[in-house]
């Protein structure tokens, strides 16, 4: 097996659970907690075991629905049965082989900045803190003018983020990260067996500074709900000129 098929490890974990195996964990690294295990079997939860975030977000979905990052398709398919006309995206070859095993038809194997712009979408999708695809504060401008190029004039982004500050916030005080780097970009690995990707950069956004920069790019921010522990769910919308 060569070495571009061992990094896909959220792809090789799901075809094995597809295939049979339970207790299947994903190992998750970082550069600042300590490493987390993903179990498999939450790729494949049904609408009731999401979260109310999530929840909320299939519930405001309208018209046509690019589900950037959409794994092995839990949300697409739940759009699906609610009538929707949904599209499936994501990197991972074996997610994509697994969303078509489970039923989906429109299924796309190709990176969000890649994707061509012949099609135009209704709702964009980012589930699971999916705005992370940005990576760095500095690469907003190029989501936000991809993202344009995808919508509809009346479209809109569902996505849900956290604001890490909690990470550091003690019992007493409020000690600010590092100002050199914004707090929320973050470096990751994943590991399932032999699979392993390489560090990789993703992206964890307050709403403030969220509302801030999207304004700057033509949209407008408005969070629909707020989590329990620091996350939220927002949805951008075109300004109009």
């Not at 796309?108 to 712009?117: G, M, T």
């Not at 801030?212 to 109009?240: K, M, S």
Request: hydrophobic share 40%; net charge negative.
């Amino acid at each position: 097996m060569g070495e571009k098929n061992l990094v896909d490890p959220l792809g090789q974990a799901a075809l094995d659970y597809l295939n049979g195996k339970r207790n299947l964990k994903i190992t998750v690294q970082s550069n600042i907690v300590e490493d987390d295990v993903l179990p498999v079997d939450y790729l494949f939860r049904s609408f009731a075991e999401m979260p109310p975030l999530e929840q909320k977000a299939l519930l405001h979905c309208r018209g046509s629905v690019l589900d950037v990052g959409g794994g092995v398709g839990s949300h697409t398919l739940e759009l699906k049965q609610r009538g929707h006309a949904v599209t499936l995206l994501d990197t991972s070859r074996g997610c994509c082989q697994v969303a078509q095993q489970r039923g989906l038809i429109n299924v796309i194997n190709e990176d969000f900045y890649q994707l061509p712009a012949d099609r135009k979408y209704d709702t964009l999708l980012l589930m699971m803190n999916g705005i992370g695809i940005v990576a760095a504060i500095d690469h907003l401008p190029v989501f936000f003018a991809k993202a344009r190029a995808l919508l509809n004039t009346n479209g809109q982004i569902l996505l849900d983020s956290s604001d890490l500050r909690y990470l550091y916030i003690d019992e007493d005080s409020y000690c600010a990260p590092d100002e050199e780097q914004y707090y929320g970009e973050v470096m990751y690995t994943m590991q399932y067996g032999k699979h392993k990707t390489p560090a990789f950069e993703w992206l964890f956004i307050d709403p403030v500074l969220l509302t801030r920069v999207a304004r700057e790019n033509g949209f407008a921010c408005e969070v629909l709900a707020e989590g329990d522990h620091y996350d939220y769910l927002a949805r951008l919308t075109l300004i109009e000129k």
